[in-house]
């Protein structure tokens, strides 16, 4: 079955830096890509759509320049939290969407646990 | 090697029962999720076990053993709203989300 993966699986940095997260398809193309921000809640956040080649599209309440997403290639997403925060700890998930798989299917990647200290 | 399996695809009637399986096999294990997933919509949260039995929620109740690598999901008197993908995904001993392909649910009147 189609894989996703993050990188790296867990970080810790320090308040004032910027982590930079990569998201993977690993055996196809997604040309639409998207992050996620669990809470303790275990609720999914939906942060960002991106799309390859295109500006991501964010959802209400997220800034833009604080959660900076790159959808360089299809097979390669990245969001960097810049200007980290206590408050940016959480667990952030991406998802691929594999365009030659039913329509609206996503892959999950296994996330990326921040802690800003 | 890590791996979560559920079914791709199941049917039921409207107002009937349904039990969507999910068998996992992970380094260690903190936790089950199951999320609901519409299409084009971003997953909604279900569930969490982490003790072995059952969670009653409304009309979903998720179960859980840990001895046997297995969760299911039960949804009573479904209604066509619950068509959907179902998500099943474990919290490995490493915190990283081990994900079931998902299993759509088709509701026939």
């Known amino acids: 079955g189609a894989v996703v993966s993050q990188h790296p699986s867990w970080v810790i940095c320090k308040s004032g830096t910027s982590v930079k997260i990569e998201c993977r398809s690993l055996d196809f193309q997604a040309t639409t890509m998207f992050w996620y921000r669990q809470f303790p809640k275990q609720s999914l956040m939906l942060m960002a759509t991106s799309n390859e080649g295109s500006k991501a599209t964010y959802e209400q309440g997220v800034e833009k320049d604080k959660f900076l997403i790159n959808h360089a290639s299809l097979t390669l997403s990245t969001l960097t939290v810049t200007s980290a925060h206590p408050e940016d700890s959480s667990f952030y998930i991406c998802?691929?969407?594999?365009?030659?798989?039913?329509?609206?299917?996503?892959?999950f990647g296994p996330g990326t646990r921040l802690t800003v200290t | 090697g890590q791996n979560i399996d559920q079914p791709t695809e199941m049917t039921a009637t409207e107002g009937a029962i349904v039990q969507i399986n999910c068998t996992y096999q992970t380094s260690g294990f903190n936790g089950l999720f199951w999320y609901q997933q519409h299409a084009g919509e971003a997953p909604t949260f279900l569930s969490y076990n982490v003790l072995d039995g059952l969670e009653e929620k409304g009309r979903f109740s998720s179960f859980l053993s840990r001895s046997k690598g297995y969760s299911y999901l039960l949804l009573k008197e479904l209604q066509m709203k619950d068509s959907a993908s179902y998500l099943c995904?474990?919290?490995?001993?490493?915190?990283?989300?081990?994900w079931g392909a998902g299993t759509k649910l088709i509701i026939k009147p």
């Open positions: 998802s691929a969407r594999d365009p030659e798989g039913d329509a609206g299917k996503q892959y």
């Open positions: 995904a474990v919290r490995d001993s490493n915190y990283q989300l081990i």
